[in-house]
């Protein structure tokens, strides 16, 4: 199963892009990359996901290095309501399962 | 397109009691998942539905937890009787179509006093 790695927290000024990173060097071939962020007292929110090409959609961007053992979500111009817990998530090949971790906590700053 | 919805909201018990919680899957969405999430962590998965067969109970604890899709639609989670361990968030997923993406719904958040 391809682990991912984030960082714990980061913080972000209102206006300005977010990069959140993540690793997953174990990832195979065919495993999809998966970003969600959970907003205090909600669900976790989909945002995005992608094989091998950058993605992009009105949220964000994801970029997927040419290895793909990492990847970012850009938030290219954050609002303090992307205040947020990130995830990212390979589900195993074949299977749905998605595994959370801890994510990484953004907090966008006035 | 309405979403997952999920309910109660909030849900206040007495350790020993049962409690029942409901989600309806966005239309026309076969997979289901409950997922639990203590709190400071991620979701963790409970079970998943394929229309009305669960076809991954694993992480389910049976003494205790139970599920049913009997229509393959709406979905019901049943704790009998609770502990005081169960208080946690209880979120309710579904996906269906070609990505298979997973869409949650807003999570009952359950208190065992």
């Known amino acids: 199963d391809a682990k991912t790695t984030q960082p714990p927290s980061m913080d972000c000024a209102e206006g300005r892009a977010a990069n959140l990173p993540c690793n997953h060097s174990?990832?195979?071939?065919?495993?999809?990359v998966y970003w969600y962020r959970q907003i205090h007292s909600q669900g976790p929110q989909y945002i995005i996901h992608?094989?091998?090409n950058n993605e992009t959609n009105e949220m964000a961007s994801l970029i997927i290095t040419e290895d793909r053992k990492s990847s970012t979500l850009i938030l290219p111009h954050a609002t303090l309501r992307d205040t947020a817990v990130y995830y990212c998530?390979?589900?195993?090949?074949?299977?749905?399962?998605?595994?959370f971790g801890t994510g990484t906590r953004l907090k966008v700053l006035a | 397109e309405a979403g997952v919805v999920q309910s109660p909201r909030y849900k206040i018990i007495e350790k020993k009691q049962p409690v029942a919680f409901w989600c309806n899957p966005i239309?026309?969405?076969?997979?289901l998942y409950w997922y639990l999430q203590n709190l400071g962590q991620g979701p963790e998965l409970l079970i998943r539905?394929?229309?009305?067969?669960?076809?991954?109970d694993s992480q389910l604890p049976k003494d205790r937890f139970s599920a049913e899709r009997l229509k393959g639609v709406d979905s019901t989670l049943k704790i009998q009787p609770a502990e005081l361990g169960d208080s946690a968030v209880y979120l309710c997923?579904?996906?269906?179509?070609?990505?298979?993406?997973?869409?949650f719904g807003p999570g009952t958040r359950l208190t065992v006093l």
């Open positions: 997923a579904s996906s269906g179509g070609p990505t298979d993406t997973q869409y």
């Open positions: 174990t990832i195979s071939g065919n495993e999809y």
């Open positions: 992608g094989l091998k």
């Open positions: 998530i390979v589900p195993p090949s074949g299977t749905y399962k998605y595994i």
């Open positions: 239309s026309g969405h076969n997979t």
């Open positions: 539905y394929e229309n009305e067969e669960a076809v991954d």
